[in-house]
């Protein structure tokens, strides 16, 4: 308010000035606002070979030539081997543009590796009217196009640590080869011109060191389902070292005499995760791959961007696994095919690393409420990406929507009978309770031609080949791998409203495999040198006896290799199956 002694025409003057001392603050204002830059995404998927044009974009036109710096970092993915910087460091927009252009070769080995990433970073923008954006960050996913082989049993590339080999092995490596230290195991990668190189190696090759040792050491590996070697001869390994013809292998396989005799229906795990990791930790990688992304929608037109921080995924320190679901403040840069992302969370799945055929498949958990959320425990046929969905199968082994608190549901799909089509069967508690009070276990035995659906322990659904239409087909006869996940909204659940609220919670307490007891003996091989070359690589083959029952090669557990004791080191590569 203007004091009452002020005449009307010096009023008059004060508020015009006034109002252009505002107006110069506006201009001023709009004029110094800086002018943002950043990715254009935060995520891409790139096969081997492609070579990729990242973009980074002003959000306004600049009357300047705008300079900044970007720098990658390895994750798995490793500069020189996996990808090839063509840009630079550094990027130039030039005044009056908008967009400058990264290029990476992907470079494409002949090695079978798991997906593999590395990250890229905006900085220093040089002047001080341009400041970086949210984005500025991207993580680039490499995909691996080679084609495994079914006769290699291991060959240590697609390994990058060793925490999943069973082995009684100590490590004593020299400090001139690089290599990777878990427990007792060294798995070391070999350049084509190192003394260590493999005969006609090209490229590096990785190979897993045996220390020196005063005793036996034992190579042992299990396989979660059981392989068919049938059609196999023997097998046969790479060998560096002084030993050859004092290493012996064995496999342990389905006993055709036990397997008659056995009339027990009790499961023994086999495989478990408990949760049990330190608070604010992401799952076990050796386990679990985290997918990222919004999918387009995953095929369900479903609203959640998957990430995998620990905002959404994470240990809670108390025996639980945490898959959270958040929304996003509508400023969000955070982009997903429908528009700026609405919500994040996650999900997790075991393809590659682990993987179940037959078994008894439980997980105790505790799901989130509330319009639009669904939380889902399922399997997926490890043929996925080679025959696309539904032909992989699908087996839901629980899955809730928040608009039916009081109900669950019991699902598989397959080709002809997939989506709203698949068959399924429901289950309620018995005092229908809301499944989101308290954690209750979920569970499918799951046997060649029979599915059967398990509440708190409790048998609720059953499925055969013969409940199907005659003309469609059972694809639940190979193996699958297990996913976890929580999704936000979609054709099925619906979409959250103002009743939903965030954040929600999915916890899991446990995810286990069972078999029944083992019905398996251990079968013993001998060596036989193919090349004779001491001190060098030698080829040893193990070639199956005529007494082993043809029933056992079909239904194999398990491999051991054993190395005598020895005061120098060993290496071996490759392990695979003879064919016929």
Known sequence: MLPKYL????????????????????????????????????????NEGDVIEIV???????????????????????????????SGGTLSIPAGETKALISIDIIDNTKLEEEESFRIFLSNPLTNTIELSFRKALTVLILDNDISSE?????????????????????????????????????????????????????????????????KQVFHKNFLSRQNWQNSSGMSLWY???????????????????????????????????????????????YWTIELGDGAGWGNSEHQYYTSKTENIFHDGQGNLVIRAEKLPEDSNLDCYYGPCKYTSARIKTEDKVEVEYGRI????????????????????????????????????????????????????????????GPSSTAFLPKREAFADDFHSYAVEWE???????????????????????????????????????????????????????????????VRVYELP?????FPLSPTITTSQTGKWQKISFNFKDSIPER??????????????????QYIDRIELITK
């Open 518 to 522: 083992e019905l398996s003996s251990s």
């Open 7 to 46: 005449k009307p025409k010096q009023t008059l003057v004060i508020v015009t000035l006034l109002s252009l001392l505002v107006s110069l603050d506006l201009v001023s204002a709009q004029e110094t606002k800086p002018i943002k830059v950043g990715f254009t995404k935060t995520f891409i998927e790139v």
């Open 151 to 215: 006769s290699v049993l291991e060959d240590f590339e697609a390994n990058k640590d060793t925490s999943d080999l069973i082995s009684s092995l100590s490590s004593d490596l020299s400090s001139d080869l690089s290599s990777d230290l878990i427990s007792n195991l060294a798995i070391l990668e070999i350049a084509a011109d190192s003394p260590l190189a493999l005969p006609q190696q090209e490229e590096f090759e990785n190979v897993l060191a045996i220390s020196t040792s005063d005793s």
């Open 552 to 569: 056992s090669l079909e239904e194999v557990w398990n491999y051991s290799i054993s190395f005598p004791p020895s005061a120098t080191k």
């Open 56 to 86: 980074v974009e002003l959000d306004a036109i600049s009357d300047k030539n705008v300079s900044l710096d970007y720098s990658l970092e390895d994750y798995e993915a490793r500069a020189e081997r996996d990808y090839l910087d063509l």
């Open 240 to 286: 560096y070292g002084d030993n050859a013809e004092d290493i012996t292998a064995t496999f342990s396989a389905v006993d055709v005499n036990k397997l008659k005799q056995s009339q027990s229906s009790d499961w023994t795990i086999v495989w478990q995760d408990e949760f049990n990791s330190a608070k604010g930790t992401l799952p076990n990688e050796n």
């Open 448 to 510: 060649q031609d029979e599915i059967r659906w398990y509440l708190d322990g409790t048998q609720y659904h059953t499925l055969r080949p013969e409940d199907l239409a005659a003309e469609k087909r059972w694809v639940f006869d190979h193996p699958f791998f297990i996913l976890l996940n929580l999704a936000v909204g979609g054709s099925w659940p619906g979409y959250p409203n103002e009743s939903s609220e965030f954040p929600q919670d999915f916890l899991i307490d446990y």
């Open 362 to 421: 439980e997980a105790r958990m505790k799901i989130p409420s509330g319009q639009g959320f669904w939380p889902a425990f399922w399997m997926l046929g490890n043929n996925f990406k080679s025959v696309n969905w539904p032909n992989s199968g699908e087996i839901d082994i629980m899955e809730n929507i928040g608009r039916e608190p009081l109900k669950i549901h019991g699902t598989v799909h397959g080709p002809g009978y997939s989506g709203g089509n």
